[in-house]
């Protein structure tokens, strides 16, 4: 079993290099872009497009999964690795992020106050 494309919750783009990323955005397929959980609870099916015809620039062949005896419990495993690596980092990323934004605040108000 592919993504399920027909889910609202998959997304597909396509970059000037011509390579496709296919992806559930809220995270729930570990083993995207080849497949989808089989009792994935958030499943919904998209309802915008019933019935509508997709022509073949919409849907690209999936590539493969990767050979070369890489289970789908190591993938996930280096998944969740990545995530505690991305989740470690984030709160920095986000307090230097705000602090940004509060400058560029500061600097804007300023530029109101002289502007009455």
């Not at 496709?20 to 499943?43: H, I």
């Not at 849907?59 to 998944?79: C, I, K, N, Q, T």
């Not at 991305?86 to 108000?109: H, I």
């Amino acid at each position: 079993m592919g993504m399920r494309e027909e889910c609202k919750h998959f997304q597909s783009r396509t970059y000037a290099s011509g390579e496709v990323a296919r992806f559930c955005v809220l995270g729930n397929a570990p083993d995207q872009p080849w497949s989808c959980p089989e009792t994935c609870v958030t499943y919904e099916r998209r309802l915008a497009d019933v019935g509508w015809v997709h022509g073949t620039l919409v849907d690209a062949p999936v590539e493969s999964a990767p050979a070369g005896g890489v289970s789908a419990d190591d993938r996930r495993a280096l998944l969740a690795a990545a995530d505690e690596i991305v989740e470690a980092v984030a709160p920095g990323l986000v307090e230097e992020r705000r602090r940004e934004l509060d400058e560029a605040e500061r600097r804007r108000r300023g530029w109101r106050f002289w502007r009455r």
